[in-house]
T-cell receptor
């Protein structure tokens, strides 16, 4: 069966510090991968998605970046965090070629920037 | 612009029935999803509708009317564990998911 894990689950970072969130998927190959951010009272905001190794599409210009060094690994990074980067970050995957395109989410990472 | 509307919060009684509505205005339509999200956790898939009509899955049912840009999620025999946020999402013409802000459902004994 397929599983998705992301870490860390919780982190508190000072403004200006770097960030690295990691996500891995097991039990499937060539998944579509996504990074979302969820702010309180607002819908999920798509940050990045990837259809293959090294292929990253950015939806929102910001100081975040994403990389996909391996087929089932997706990393969200920042060189210098801003207060506005605080939020709940979710990694997700979907299978290519499926009609529904259902998303499967990781456990989430809650980031607080102070 | 693209827009998904759903009520911010609803309250219902254990054992009762509740209907959560979702209206959408998107550039194209390639399916509508409902997800459940407990506080502090990730969303989990509940249902998918791409054709008009009702899809039933146990205590949960989802309805779609494409001509009206409208869907609802119906929860029967409510249990305390159903207290959660329910997210409506529409896949647009580019197959990108547009998400509503979610409806927080509070179940009272």
């Amino acid at each position: 069966s397929q599983t998705i894990h992301q870490w860390p689950a919780t982190l508190v970072q000072p403004v200006g510090s770097p960030l690295s969130l990691e996500c891995t998927v097991e039990g499937t190959s060539n998944p579509n991968l996504y990074w979302y951010r969820q702010a309180a009272g607002r819908g999920l905001q798509l940050l990045f998605y990837s259809v293959g190794i090294g292929q990253i599409s950015s939806e929102v210009p910001q100081n975040l970046s994403a990389s996909r060094p391996q087929d089932r690994q997706f990393i969200l990074s920042s060189k210098k965090l801003l207060l506005s980067d605080s939020g709940f970050y979710l990694c997700a995957w979907s299978a290519t070629g499926r009609d529904t395109g259902e998303l499967f989410f990781g456990e989430g990472s809650r980031l607080t920037v102070l | 612009g693209q827009n998904i509307d759903q009520p911010t919060e609803m309250t219902a009684t254990e054992g009762a029935i509740v209907q959560i509505n979702c209206t959408y205005q998107t550039s194209g339509f390639n399916g509508l999803f409902w997800y459940q999200q407990h506080a502090g956790e990730a969303p989990t898939f509940l249902s998918y509708n791409v054709l008009d009509g009702l899809e039933e899955k146990g205590r949960f049912s989802s309805f779609l009317s494409r001509s009206k840009g409208y869907s609802y999620l119906l929860l029967k025999e409510l249990q305390m564990k159903d207290s959660a946020s329910y997210l409506c999402a529409v896949k647009d013409s580019n197959y990108q998911l547009i998400w509503g802000a979610g409806t927080k459902l509070i179940i009272k004994p």
